[in-house]
């Protein structure tokens, strides 16, 4: 039997709203096994019910479906560190694992891309979905649906601060305006624009405006309290981005050094009940014996 690891992610990296995104070395594990019904193990971060309408299974069922198979009753096993409902992927993990065991079963038929397919159009869109699948920083579009892997230094590591209270997605997204002035869309295609320039030539001092974002972020700031406040923390204490984590309410900061004192200014968000993680960039979903 093998067993999948699927890397949290970071996505929007705040200026790159539903488009960019970023693999954290911290790894949802799964394995399936044929079964005479359909049976899910779950351990780790929260709670998710030991029933088949889970998210890997559905994911699972969902790639047989893409070949025109029906997909065979399996025991899935997921153990999973990712925070749940903290802007750290945990869905797309999910989802990623559960197409990656089917494609297993399905001698490879579907392949990364394939996988990518079936999990981003479950999740909704490709931000978090394309660094579980391929790794590292990503650049992905939805409509056609397509990725591009971002060079960057092996040596950058992402603080990010977790507070314990949770913040649904579906609620992240709906302070959201349906239409927002021309001058923040074109503030923002600028600096998104940045994010692939400043990773390349390694002018990663430019990666502090890269992150600035005038879609998404300052109407989900309204509802983290003290998130602004730490954004501006991290930077003032080295940090060479500072946003918040995907849809939040987790806030991150890029570092190539001065973790330790990024780590403290981000603290008093997290809370004495919340967490912090630092974390190196990710590989896509890899494979090993168990």
Known sequence: MSRV???????????GF???????????????????????????????????????????RAAFAR????????EIRVFNPVPLSRGMGSSAAALVAGAALADRLLGG?????????????????????APAVFGGFQLSLTDPLRSVSLPYPEELRFVVAVPAEALATAEARAVLPEHVPHADARFNLARAALWPAALATGRLELLAEAARDRLHQPYRLELMPGAAEAL????????????????GPSVAALVREKAGEVARALAVYAGSEGRLFTLAPGKGFTWKAT
């Open 5 to 15: 690891y699927v890397p949290a992610s970071l996505a929007n990296l705040g200026s």
């Open 18 to 60: 539903d488009a960019l995104g970023v693999a954290l070395a911290l790894y949802l594990e799964a394995e399936a096994a044929p079964a005479d019904a359909d049976r899910f193990h779950y351990s780790g971060e929260g709670y998710v019910p030991d029933d088949r309408d889970n998210l890997v299974h559905r994911a699972f």
């Open 67 to 74: 070949v025109g198979e029906e997909a065979p009753t399996a």
């Open 109 to 129: 038929r579907l392949g990364r891309e394939g996988v990518f397919a079936v999990a981003s159009e479950l999740e909704g869109h490709p931000d978090n979905v």
């Open 232 to 247: 501006a923390a991290a930077e003032t204490a080295g940090a060479l981005a500072a946003f918040v984590a995907g849809a």
